[in-house]
């Protein structure tokens, strides 16, 4: 858990005592200066207290101090904060390992816009884990067998419910191939680089043998790139939302390159209040949406198609360890 190493004394200490099942399953640590010590795991939030028990009383919890919060700025950001401008514009930086630090604090606008990001006393430490095996039960729904082709597909889910997790594996998957089904040529556009958790442009998880990835690169962007330069066969982003990110999938589809997305959304009821995701919904560009529920360790696919009707749903129950 080399993520641990992240945070200074006493957090470390702290966080390294916690029972074991709990550590190995955590999803989010959550650091706000002078308030409760909270973490997440498996959809339920608890405070942790100096002496590393969890508890729902907050009052129980550690707080952690200015120079707590100061020195683990200090170490996320390599002691040279300056030099992470953009990061900051962002309000997230994202570490090697493809774990992602949320910031909060005092924005500085410039024309209206967030300019820098300063006097920083929150932080959300999302923990990155590689699930070999997430897309099993997924992945033979999303293989046309009458053209040998990955479906154009859409997986919605809110926030922490494993899409990012799903992304990585079917990348891995869909890449290495099997006696069953072919490989294909794999470019992720990783915009916040937590798909592969590149370091200095080497991705760190098993993304496949066959993929390219395009690191810290804007999605709508990082697309059109990899469609001109590495000709993939399947191309796969998280969380579009953008005018621009609908306008490169379209490019892509009608290009010949199925395209694997994720978007936030509950249901294609949620997705069509989204104006540019609703125009990619009304054209019918994606032939497969698939919707997480979750539900501590169970997590079940919904699935419909490109007319939104369901998709018989046997057989795509997954039941194992959290998604990140």
């Not at 170490?75 to 909060?104: C, D, Q, V, W």
């Not at 962007?221 to 066969?233: C, T, V």
């Not at 796969?236 to 589809?253: C, H, S, T």
Request: aromatic share 6%.
């Amino acid at each position: 858990m080399k993520w641990l190493d992240l945070f200074p004394e006493p957090l470390k200490t702290i966080l390294i005592n916690m029972p074991l099942q709990l550590l190995e399953t955590l999803e989010e640590v959550r650091i706000r200066e002078e308030r409760p010590l909270e973490i997440n795991t498996n959809g339920e939030h608890y405070f942790v207290t100096q002496h590393s028990k969890p508890s729902k009383i907050q009052s129980e919890a550690y707080k952690p101090s200015r120079q707590d919060t100061h020195r683990f700025l200090d170490l996320i950001s390599n002691h040279s904060l300056y030099t992470m401008e953009e990061e900051l514009r962002k309000g997230f930086i994202t570490i090697p390992g493809g774990h992602r630090i949320g910031l909060a604090g005092r924005t500085v606008l410039k024309n209206g816009r967030v300019e820098h990001l300063r006097d920083i006393s929150g932080f959300n430490v999302r923990i990155a884990k590689e699930v070999n095996g997430a897309a099993d039960r997924l992945l033979p729904h999303l293989v046309d067998h009458r053209t040998s082709r990955i479906k154009h597909t859409l997986i919605v889910s809110p926030p922490q419910q494993g899409k990012t997790t799903l992304l990585r594996d079917l990348a891995r998957q869909i890449s290495h191939g099997n006696e069953k089904r072919q490989s294909y040529k794999v470019g992720i556009v990783d915009e916040r680089s937590e798909i592969a958790g590149s370091y200095k442009g080497v991705p760190t998880f098993d993304v496949g043998p066959r993929t390219d990835v395009m690191d810290a690169c804007p999605k709508a962007e990082g697309m059109m790139m990899l469609i001109r330069s590495m000709s993939p066969e399947v191309l796969i982003v998280d969380e579009i939302g953008r005018d621009e990110d609908a306008e490169a999938i379209k490019e892509a589809l009608n290009a010949g390159i199925s395209v694997i997305a994720s978007a936030h959304g509950r249901d294609m009821a949620d997705l069509s209040k989204r104006p540019f995701i609703k125009d990619l919904i009304q054209e019918e560009m994606f032939q497969l949406y698939v919707m997480i529920d979750r539900s501590g360790k169970k997590v079940t696919y919904k699935m419909a198609d490109s007319k939104h009707r369901a998709i018989q749903q046997q057989g795509i129950t997954s039941v194992g360890g959290s998604y990140a």
